[in-house]
Nanobody, 124 residues
Framework: QVQLVESGGGLVQAGGSLRLSCAAS????????MGWFRQAPGKEREFVAA????????AYADSVQGRFTISRDNSKNTVYLQMNNLRPEDTAVYYC?????????????????WGQGIQVTVSS
């Protein structure tokens, strides 16, 4: 069992920045891939970004490419999401997720472990 705990959310004005963190504990061998998803009110949960543990392969949703950066510190079992130039449409609950797969994936069904989610609100 992998436990994931997010932090760093909050309220920011459009154009601002936030950094989300997600700390993993428990059976961390299941965290080869760590990623971020988000869910806005009335919408389905969608992929944001993911990164593999050793090679550091990354994947981003088109909507955040060039504005968001995912990184991880393996020594701390922590993944980060640096979000710059935030837009009101980035407002959502952001979820950290992990998967034991060897290759990066954007498919939500590939992620068996999830955090509780954290709110990010971008005001216009």
């Amino acid at each position: 069992q992998v436990q994931l705990v997010e932090s760093g959310g909050g309220l920011v004005q459009a154009g601002g920045s936030l950094r989300l963190s997600c700390a993993a504990s428990g059976r961390t061998f299941g965290t080869n891939i760590m990623g971020w998803f988000r869910q806005a009110p009335g919408k389905e949960r969608e992929f944001v970004a993911a990164i593999t543990q050793y090679i550091g392969d990354k994947a981003y949703a088109d909507s955040v490419q060039g504005r968001f950066t995912i990184s991880r510190d393996n020594s701390k079992n922590t993944v980060y999401l640096q979000m710059n130039n935030l837009r009101p449409e980035d407002t959502a609950v952001y979820y950290c997720a992990s998967a034991p797969r060897p290759d990066v994936t954007m498919n939500i069904v590939d992620f068996p472990s999830w955090g509780q989610g954290i709110q990010v609100t971008v005001s216009s």
